[in-house]
């Protein structure tokens, strides 16, 4: 970075919008105040009601967000598209930007994303295909892509930490997409421990097989500060999410910086940033429709320690690239180009 360019950001004031306090946005929004003085955090939705206590923010003194507070900076970013629209775009003369935190293409499709400067795309795959989708028109919106970042002083191995080889973890809602079911029929059909935390969204899929409940545990979202240990506790953790949907899913970089061993499908950030058998274990869609073939391909793998220990190894080397403090620096990049 130019002496020029740091002036500038150092110069720029810049409005956050996230969704609500304690939830995944929040932690994709909120760090940027606490590393850059001139940048500002506020909510759309602080109401007690709408808010996650994980132990990051605290509604109480969160800030809420309205239209008049847009006049007072240069750049104002937002992160839900459906709430800044809502809230009021016209006569905002700060530079206005969103980020699309979804996989999902019809997302990229909606024209209301044009009434923005620029958009901020989690992924190659919906970088490409907003440029691909409006290809004829002359839009005068930017898009860039910048990958995640997470806080890796907070996510890191605990070596002491006994791991007992049959523990399956997962965090992250209970809704169709992220397919709790399949881990839970994985550890009833192999004899494994099912262990997740988050939030039921969708009530009906709680346990939705009615597999034992001896097989598996489902905690309410975790205070942040026991989320480590909660990861260390985990053999391999699961990510079963259906493509083009997920954006992340932070779960997954927070578990390898915890150096558990990652099997996931096809998806989001992994697709981008990770080598399928080197830094991650990638399967297929198809494989999760055939549950005792998948189930035994997980034993199997749990039982080599030699390849676990170079993925998870592999893993901690990539996930040092994907600091909060590198994500944070690249939106105040694109925050200073005008």
């Known amino acids: 970075?130019?002496?020029?360019?740091?002036?500038?950001?150092?110069?720029?004031?810049?409005?956050?919008?996230?969704?609500?306090?304690?939830?995944?946005?929040?932690?994709?929004?909120?760090?940027?105040?606490?590393?850059?003085?001139?940048?500002?955090?506020?909510?759309?939705?602080?109401?007690?009601?709408?808010?996650?206590?994980?132990?990051?923010?605290d509604w109480k003194t969160s800030t809420q967000y309205c239209r008049k507070m847009a006049d007072d900076y240069d750049v104002v970013?937002?992160?839900?598209?459906?709430?800044?629209?809502?809230?009021?775009?016209?006569?905002?003369?700060?530079?206005?930007?969103?980020?699309?935190?979804?996989?999902?293409?019809?997302?990229?499709?909606?024209?209301?994303?044009?009434?923005?400067?620029?958009?901020?795309?989690?992924?190659?795959?919906?970088?490409?295909?907003?440029?691909?989708?409006?290809?004829?028109?002359?839009?005068?919106?930017?898009?860039?892509?910048?990958?995640h970042g997470i806080e890796l002083r907070k996510y890191y191995p605990e070596e002491k930490m006994s791991r007992d080889g049959l523990t399956l973890g997962y965090v992250g809602r209970i809704v169709d997409w992220k397919r709790w079911d399949r881990m839970q029929l994985i550890a009833n059909t192999g004899n494994l421990k099912l262990i997740g935390c988050g939030y039921v969204e969708k009530g009906s899929l709680y346990n939705r097989h009615n597999v034992p409940k001896s097989c598996f545990t489902y905690t309410d979202f975790?205070?942040?500060?026991?989320?480590?240990?909660?990861?260390?506790?985990?053999?391999?953790?699961?990510?079963?999410?259906?493509?083009?949907?997920?954006?992340?899913?932070?779960?997954?970089?927070?578990?390898?910086?915890?150096g558990t061993p990652v099997l996931s499908t096809?998806?989001?950030?992994?697709?981008?940033?990770?080598?399928?058998g080197k830094n991650i274990i990638f399967i297929d869609d198809e494989e999760l429709t055939n549950t005792?073939?998948?189930?035994?391909?997980?034993?199997?793998?749990?039982?080599?320690?030699?390849f676990l220990d170079e993925i998870r190894n592999n893993a901690l080397e990539l996930i040092k690239n994907f600091s909060i403090e590198n994500y944070a620096k690249n939106l105040m990049n694109i925050y200073a180009v005008k």
């Open 1 to 57: 970075m130019d002496i020029n360019q740091e002036k500038i950001i150092n110069k720029i004031k810049v409005l956050c919008v996230a969704d609500r306090p304690g939830w995944s946005i929040d932690r994709l929004s909120k760090p940027l105040s606490e590393i850059y003085e001139n940048v500002t955090q506020s909510y759309f939705n602080t109401s007690p009601n709408r808010y996650l206590d994980s132990g990051y923010s």
């Open 266 to 276: 096809k998806q989001g950030w992994a697709i981008d940033h990770c080598e399928g």
């Open 222 to 258: 975790l205070p942040e500060p026991q989320m480590r240990n909660f990861y260390n506790r985990m053999n391999l953790f699961l990510c079963f999410s259906e493509k083009y949907v997920e954006a992340g899913p932070l779960p997954v970089m927070e578990a390898m910086a915890c």
């Open 292 to 306: 005792g073939k998948l189930t035994n391909k997980i034993k199997k793998i749990m039982a080599d320690k030699k």
């Open 77 to 147: 970013h937002f992160h839900r598209l459906e709430a800044a629209v809502a809230s009021g775009l016209e006569g905002i003369k700060a530079r206005k930007i969103l980020t699309v935190h979804t996989g999902r293409h019809a997302d990229w499709e909606d024209e209301r994303l044009l009434q923005f400067d620029d958009l901020i795309a989690p992924t190659q795959d919906v970088y490409n295909h907003f440029l691909e989708h409006f290809k004829d028109r002359v839009v005068k919106t930017k898009v860039h892509f910048i990958y």
